[in-house]
């Protein structure tokens, strides 16, 4: 599957954006769809994912202020993002999930990744 996000932009601190992941098929079978971020001269590490029955979980202490969800009729999956400060800046990634029981915030358990978004956010 291909993913291509969009929706990333600048914006002050205290702002809001939603980003999004089209994937090329149908999501639907896919059992976990994550976020990630990647701030500059730092590793990339997971914001958060969704299961195909819905669960969630976020990275961190993102929970509150992230929330991801889905549109299956849309092969989309979403990422709103509240509250932002500068410590949020970085270059978004979606990605799906290589196992078909299990979902965990590690890289290692991702493949398909998209080409990323950037999110800039000033003080």
């Known amino acids: 599957v291909q993913l291509v996000e969009s929706g990333g932009g600048s914006v002050q601190s205290g702002g809001s954006l939603r980003l999004s992941c089209v994937a090329s098929?149908?999501?639907?079978?896919?059992?976990?769809m994550g976020w990630f971020r990647q701030a500059p001269g730092k590793e990339r590490e997971g914001v958060a994912y969704?299961?195909?029955?819905?669960?969630?979980n976020y990275g961190g202490s993102l929970r509150g202020r992230f929330t991801i969800s889905k549109d299956y009729a849309k092969n989309t999956v979403y990422l709103q993002m509240t509250n932002l400060n500068p410590e949020d800046t970085g270059m978004y990634y979606c990605?799906?999930?290589?196992?078909?029981?299990?979902?965990?915030?590690?890289?290692?358990?991702?493949?398909?990744w998209g080409q990323g978004t950037q999110v800039t956010v000033s003080s």
């Open positions: 990605a799906r999930g290589r196992s078909d029981d299990f979902c965990r915030l590690s890289m290692a358990d991702f493949d398909s």
């Open positions: 098929g149908a999501i639907e079978n896919i059992y976990c």
């Open positions: 969704i299961t195909n029955v819905g669960s969630t």
